[in-house]
């Protein structure tokens, strides 16, 4: 079966940088988007990054734009998120996410599998 392992969560000063992973399994990984959204207490899950199949297509949301990338390796079916300049509103629990299709989208309905998600605390 298709299964999706986020790493890399923990927590951090606001003004520091993570890095999360996913790998991801039972699927030819690099025929699809993925994308990373997060959801924090009593919030929708919303995105924060969006790549497409060969990674020439992006996308980020007016919040995390210049302080986050999104980047992936097919060769090794590796998904990335790298997070600068962190702060305490970007708490929240990290999900890797693959599309339905190869083309970058933004919305949580373009994606049928998920992971089950990785704790980022930013801490004032």
């Known amino acids: 079966q298709v299964q999706l392992v986020e790493s890399g969560g923990g927590s951090v000063q606001a003004g520091g940088s993570l890095s999360l992973s996913c790998r991801v399994s039972?699927?030819?990984?690099?025929?699809?988007?993925m994308g990373w959204f997060r959801q924090a207490p009593g919030k929708e899950r919303e995105y924060v990054a969006a790549?497409?199949?060969?990674?020439?297509?992006?996308y980020y949301p007016d919040t995390v734009t210049g302080r986050f990338t999104i980047s992936r390796d097919n060769a090794k079916n590796m998904l990335y998120l790298q997070m600068n300049r962190l702060t305490p509103e970007d708490t929240a629990i990290y999900y890797c996410?693959?599309?339905?299709?190869?083309?970058?989208?933004?919305?949580?309905?373009?994606?049928?599998?998920w992971g089950q998600g990785t704790q980022v605390t930013v801490s004032s």
């Open positions: 039972g699927r030819v990984f690099r025929a699809y988007a």
């Open positions: 790549i497409s199949w060969n990674g020439d297509t992006t």
């Open positions: 996410a693959s599309g339905v299709g190869s083309s970058a989208r933004v919305g949580v309905e373009w994606y049928d599998y």
